[in-house]
């Protein structure tokens, strides 16, 4: 198997347990090159051709890749290098918080609902979770570290 994209949310503490590999991206037993959970991380044939996925799943590898980014403006254009749209969501205390988007379509489509003018109510549980997943939110501190929810 090779580098897998991770399109939707995928929990990497529950992949740690599992007897699935020592990478989570390409679940083969390889020589962890970044660890990220314990002693299981990423190899470096997969980090070689890593691209963000699913910004919640590879939150772990986007917190490591971003450790030396200094400033907020240093992390955005990162993340937006790296093909990460970001939906400002407000600004306290020197933090800036984003949406960052992982699936634009479903975004874009029920943004009514993210934005809160739509009840989320209004759609079946399986929409209502594509659209919880569709986005994830951080924040960016003003030295550049982020913090990323799950
Ligand atoms: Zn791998």
Redesign the pocket.
């Known amino acids: 198997?090779?580098?897998r994209k991770k399109k939707t949310y995928e929990d990497i503490y529950k992949w740690r347990r599992s007897q699935n590999?020592?990478?989570?991206?390409?679940?083969?037993d390889?020589a962890v090159?970044i660890p990220l959970v314990g002693n299981k991380g990423?190899?470096?044939?997969?980090?070689d051709h890593f691209r963000i996925g699913h910004v919640g799943t590879d939150r772990h590898l986007i917190t490591h890749l971003t450790k030396s980014t200094r400033s907020h403006d240093e992390t955005v254009l990162w993340l937006r290098k790296h093909g990460i749209k970001l939906a400002p969501a407000g600004y306290k205390d020197g933090v800036h918080s984003y949406m960052a988007i992982n699936n634009p379509g479903i975004f874009d489509h029920y943004h009514d609902i993210i934005d809160g003018s739509a009840d989320l109510n209004t759609v079946d549980k399986k929409t209502a979770l594509k659209i919880m997943d569709s986005y994830t939110d951080i924040e960016i501190f003003k030295d550049g570290d982020i913090r990323i929810s799950y």
């Open positions: 198997m090779q580098f590999g020592t990478c989570f991206y390409c679940y083969e390889k090159a990423i190899c470096q044939e997969c980090l």
